[in-house]
């Protein structure tokens, strides 16, 4: 039972989260297995604390990926063959089953979106031409979304609908989908670009195919990185309001759950808000030390004024998508939550501030966050970055930043994608310490020297518009060119943000919070 639906969807609906439903765990990845005797889940180590608690009870037991043996190998030791269940068969086992979300489906006009729906599938129908291809059935929902200029709400955090597009060499284009989803203005502009309406249930679902289409969206065109920077600068607003606001309020009176709606509710009051793009990481003290903590009801815990809140949270723009987590002290702290805050930021700015020959992957990468916590015994079990989709999948592939050789790690990076760098410490039960920007890859100012082989080289021009607590830093451990940039970076943040906060207590905060370090 995996977690993911037809489409390999990263959030799923109500109605393909069997494996929620089954083993009770939450988690966004994972794989359940049972047989007649025993029950087990796998999961990485993002969740290996969260699977641990929600299992208790269920009757699962938890396996931790690239520690214990995969489900495959596990499978095969004991002579089992893996049969994944039938949508008949959960029906059967599932009477509450939800039903199929059915949002109205919108047009991205190409002015936010910088390339028209009609040359999207003229660009995929010249690769068809080159593959000697008659068709071919598209089958992720954000390459749908993206390819037609579409969007949805059918999947939480990611502005997708349920369909499969079929794109023909010759002859009509056929959307299968539900077709209440579609008013008459979206069916029109169907019409125009040569594209029918078939019910969902009809899709030939075993034509599935490979495109280029994920390496085409993770390239933005100047349009998509103008409105990357408009995002980043509203949700910054943002930021600010939320961190002015904490900062001034007695945090007793907080909890996890009421920082994420403060937060959330500023965010929403920012032009072209569309909903946020993950479910937020509002995660104080040793919940911090869970990489993706999410609050809930039964977990959710008063601040109080010493340690950390961990909280990493983003939005959709109707121009662009953000991701930004920022590590905030609530009170005094101890050396060692010092020290570990520097030495996370130091590899944040480590792999911010690289410059590197076009081709490199994040494999090659990642080193550079890690090598300063390295020195001290330090390290994470996840990846240092990942693509960022615009106003569709926040977690966009096909390039990471990851120390473990996966074909996403290996891909290589070109001018125009969007990363995170996203470095973090996580100590069981006592804290946890992230630091998160998102940057676009854009030419460096360079030049490849004469008679040599660097080739073209590029660097990160930082997205995100918001400070960092410089409270807990150790300046003492930070280096010369560290320091400059940080004090550089905080000076452009206060130049950006300021015209835009119309609070003169938000003007104030901001001012003192990027005065040089």
């Excluded at 969007?151 to 349920?162: A, E, K, L, Q, S």
């Excluded at 869970?290 to 909280?311: A, C, G, N, Q, R």
């Excluded at 590899?347 to 490199?360: A, R, W």
């Amino acid at each position: 039972m995996p977690t993911e639906d037809p489409h390999g969807s990263e959030y799923v609906p109500a109605h393909w989260k069997t494996r929620e439903w089954l083993t009770g765990f939450t988690g966004s990845a994972g794989t359940a297995v049972v047989t007649q005797q025993e029950a087990f889940l796998w999961t990485d180590s993002r969740y290996w604390l969260a699977a641990e608690e929600q299992l208790c009870g269920s009757g699962f037991s938890l396996k931790k990926d690239l520690v214990d043996e995969s489900p495959d190998a596990w499978l095969k030791e004991r002579g089992l063959a893996a049969q994944y269940l039938t949508e008949t068969e959960i029906d059967a086992l599932w009477p509450e089953r939800p039903g199929f979300p059915l949002s109205q489906v919108e047009i991205v006009p190409t002015s936010l979106a910088g390339e028209s729906a009609k040359d999207k599938i003229a660009r995929l129908c010249g690769w068809m031409a080159q593959e000697d291809r008659s068709s071919c059935l598209v089958s992720s929902l954000a390459e749908i979304a993206w390819l037609l200029n579409l969007r949805g709400d059918d999947i939480p955090y990611t502005p997708v609908f349920i369909s499969y597009l079929k794109v023909r060499a010759e002859g009509e284009h056929t959307l299968y989908i539900h077709c209440e989803q579609i008013n008459a203005e979206v069916e029109a502009y169907l019409r125009r670009l040569n594209i029918g309406i078939a019910p969902y249930e009809s899709a030939p679902t075993q034509e599935k195919t490979e495109t280029p289409i994920p390496f085409w969206r993770a390239v933005k065109n100047p349009v998509e990185q103008a409105g990357y920077r408009e995002a980043h600068i509203r949700d910054g607003v943002a930021m600010v309001q939320f961190l002015r606001r904490l900062d001034e309020a007695d945090v007793t009176q907080w909890t996890e759950i009421s920082a994420n709606r403060t937060l959330t509710a500023l965010r929403a009051e920012q032009p072209g808000f569309c909903g946020l793009s993950f479910e937020t990481i509002s995660a104080y003290g040793p919940h911090g030390a869970v990489v993706h903590y999410e609050p809930t009801p039964d977990t959710d815990i008063p601040l109080s004024p010493k340690s950390f809140l961990l909280l990493d949270s983003g939005g959709h723009y109707d121009c662009g998508s953000t991701d930004i987590t920022r590590t905030i002290p609530l009170g005094p702290l101890t050396e060692e939550e010092k020290r570990v805050y520097t030495l996370v930021l130091k590899g944040h700015l480590q792999l911010q501030n690289v410059i590197f020959p076009e081709g490199t992957c994040g494999l090659q990468l990642d080193t550079l966050a890690r090598m300063a916590m390295w020195r001290e015994g330090h390290d994470y079990g996840h990846g240092t970055g990942h693509g960022v989709g615009h106003r569709l999948e926040i977690h966009e592939g096909p390039c990471q930043f990851r120390k473990n050789v996966r074909p996403d790690t290996v891909a290589p990076l070109h001018e125009g994608q969007t990363m995170t760098d996203e470095p973090g410490i996580y100590l069981a039960g006592r804290f946890g310490v992230r630091h998160e920007n998102t940057m676009l890859i854009r030419a460096a100012g360079v030049t490849a020297y004469p008679g040599g082989q660097g080739g073209r080289f590029l660097c990160f021009e930082p997205l995100t518009m918001c400070p960092y607590d410089k409270r807990p830093i150790v300046k003492e451990m930070l280096t010369r060119e560290e320091l400059t940039w940080f004090n550089h970076y905080h000076a452009t943040v206060r130049e950006t943000l300021l015209p835009r906060l119309q609070d003169p207590k938000d003007r104030e905060w901001l001012i003192s919070a990027t005065s040089p370090l």
